[in-house]
């Protein structure tokens, strides 16, 4: 009997011990000998998750009695991620949740249990993503496993955007919200954080200049000033449904391309095909936006480049006489008669003229280039339009007007084409701009003779009529853009805009080096050349003085060839040649 006992009272201080010694076992490797293992199956699956060098208690806090006591709340993400805690509250997830909707996602829907939660960065998290966020979304993640980033993943490509890629992870926003990385004003950089990448273009084969060809568009353009309406990556190539443009289905397709630009531009494309859209310089560029361009990257400096050699050289001689003729110095000083330059109606158009250009360049300018820091006033006035836009063209409207009143001042009176006569070219025109160069490069002595109307005036004036029908052609068509689009090719677009351009620099700069000089800086005239305003200027020397002789005070006229104003008798300004 009692041989029989002993064995039992055996196994039964066996049973107390491990019952009695479980609960003080660790939950976690910081007590050696124990397992929660023994009893909780999730420790295996632990031991595969992102939480596998945490322990048991590391979240399950006063599980150390056993039997553990009742109503020990559960852990809960926030007590260690708290950041993300934060950003889910604040997005549309959490705030549904808050609302009241129990079945908005939260860590465990998205992420699975705790136990057997995956690592983000790994692949088979990434790859799992679509079907996370197909729990809710199923229609978008069909479209998007459709897509060419949706078959880049299906390949096993795991840095191919997912739907937290571009619409962020715990702190999902709605696009409206100008906050969410897809909201219209963000889309440029969620989708150049793959696109503009250099690496990762070259790594998988992607046109590596689709960012900067934006950015330089009319699109990319307004977009970084801020417009919240221009067409952007999303509104031309989709948003979950991106196909590449070879597939007939994408909306970049070339058969597809009028319906796509038509939502902005009605028509376009109807007439002729829309052909190139992403722009940059080199092979890929049209030929003839490469023609215009490589036309004016010559025009350009030699045009400006003779400018500034002509001027300097004529600066430095008058300078040079100046300080060391002291004869010289006195007599061109000495002012001689006036000569009628500008007729009063003249004036008005001058003052016009003068004042729109200077509008058309700033605010030209500051279209091309937003981010300087003279275009920032600009900036400041911008709302749901384009104040540079309405500013630019209501100033080409004035300059257009100011070129129109000059024509038709010339065809209606007689003594306008009179004036304006001493502005046609001539055979000395060239020998004048020859010798006069010659002489401000220092080949002469002697200055060379120079009409009442030069070379000099004659080239600004023929410069500002070519430029005037330059400018108005190609930005009459830029303003009409629709209309272009339905009527003409893109390519005149491409090839006006690029025009439009390149003229604008070497208006803006040709204006300053040749206009400038001879209104201000000559130092015959500085500081300033008044007969904007008076109508009047003071003549200048005889050019073909020599440089050491004085120049002697021109004699008047004998009275008897001045005429008289038969009203008041007194003596009238004989007309000049530039009358």
């Known amino acids: 009997m009692a041989s029989r006992a002993l064995p039992r009272l055996s196994l039964g201080f066996a049973l107390v011990v491990v019952f009695l010694g479980a609960p003080v076992l660790s939950l976690g490797a910081d007590a050696p000998g124990v397992d929660c293992v023994s009893c909780h199956e999730q420790g295996q699956k632990l031991q595969k998750s992102a939480h596998a060098a945490l322990t048991c208690d590391t979240c399950h806090d006063g599980h150390d009695k056993f039997p553990h006591p009742d109503n020990i709340p559960k852990p809960q993400c926030t007590t260690c991620h708290q950041d993300q805690a934060g950003e889910y509250a604040s997005g549309v997830h959490g705030q ?14 998205c992420h699975g249990s705790a136990h057997e939660l995956l690592p983000p960065k790994s692949q088979a998290f990434r790859s799992a993503v679509p079907d996370t966020c197909g729990l809710c979304h199923g229609d978008v993640v069909t479209r998007f496993r459709a897509s060419v980033h949706g078959q880049a993943l299906a390949r096993g490509i795991t840095q191919a955007p997912l739907c937290t890629d571009c619409h962020g992870e715990h702190n999902i926003l709605k696009h409206t919200n100008q906050a969410s990385p897809v909201n219209s004003a963000n889309i440029r950089d969620t989708c150049g954080s793959c696109h503009g990448d250099v690496l990762l273009t070259r790594k998988f084969g992607l046109p590596a200049d689709r960012l900067v060809s934006f950015d330089s568009s009319f699109h990319g353009l307004a977009a970084k000033a801020g417009s919240q309406t221009v067409a952007n990556c999303a509104s031309c190539h989709g948003v979950h449904n991106i196909l590449p443009s070879s597939d007939a289905k994408s909306t970049v397709n070339a058969k597809n391309l009028p319906t796509t630009c038509g939502k902005c531009h009605p028509g ?39 400018m500034l050699v002509h ?6 001689r008058k300078l040079v006489r100046a300080r060391f003729n002291a004869s010289s110095s006195r007599a061109e000083t000495r002012p001689g ?29 500051a279209l091309k280039y937003p981010d300087q820091w003279w275009a920032r006033p600009l900036l400041l006035m911008e709302g749901a339009r384009s104040v540079r836009s309405l500013i630019h063209r209501t100033a080409a409207v004035f300059f257009l007007i100011t070129a129109m009143a000059h024509g038709i001042s010339l065809l209606v009176s007689r003594r306008l084409r009179q004036h304006w006569k001493a502005m046609l070219p001539n055979r000395n025109d060239a020998r004048e701009g020859i010798a006069g160069l010659a002489y401000n490069l220092g080949l002469g002595s002697v200055p060379p003779a120079r009409s009442s109307h030069s070379y000099m005036e004659k080239a600004e004036y023929w410069a500002l009529i070519w430029g005037t029908v330059v400018m108005a052609a190609t930005g009459l068509l830029l303003w009409a853009n629709n209309l272009a689009l339905q009527l003409l090719p893109k390519l005149w677009l491409d090839v006006a805009t690029s025009i439009h351009f390149y003229e604008a620099i070497l208006a803006a ?20 050349d008044t007969a904007f305003l008076t109508g009047f200027s003071v003549k200048k020397p005889p050019a073909h003085t020599p440089i050491n002789h004085p120049v002697s005070e021109p004699s008047a006229p004998p009275k008897a060839a001045v005429p008289k104003d038969p009203d008041t008798e007194q003596p009238q300004e004989a007309p000049t040649a530039g009358d």
């Not at 808050?98 to 996602?105: I, L, M, R, V």
């Not at 008669?337 to 008005?348: G, I, K, Q, S, Y």
Request: hydrophobic content about 50%.
């Open 337 to 365: 008669p006036r000569e009628l330059r500008m007729l009063p109606f003249e004036r008005v158009l001058h003052a016009v003229l003068a004042v729109s250009f200077i509008v058309l360049a700033w605010t030209g300018f």
């Open 96 to 109: 549904a949740r808050k609302n009241g909707n129990e079945g908005a996602p939260d860590c465990a829907m």
């Open 509 to 528: 700069a040709a204006i300053v080096i040749w206009h400038f000089y001879s209104t201000i800086f000559d130092p015959e005239v500085y500081p300033l």
């Open 268 to 306: 376009a494309g109807t007439r002729f095909a829309i052909s190139q859209v992403h722009l940059t310089q080199g092979r890929a560029e049209p030929a003839g936006v490469r023609w215009v361009r490589e036309f004016y990257l010559l025009v350009i400096p030699v045009t400006l480049g003779l």
């Open 311 to 316: 001027n300097a050289g004529d600066w430095i």
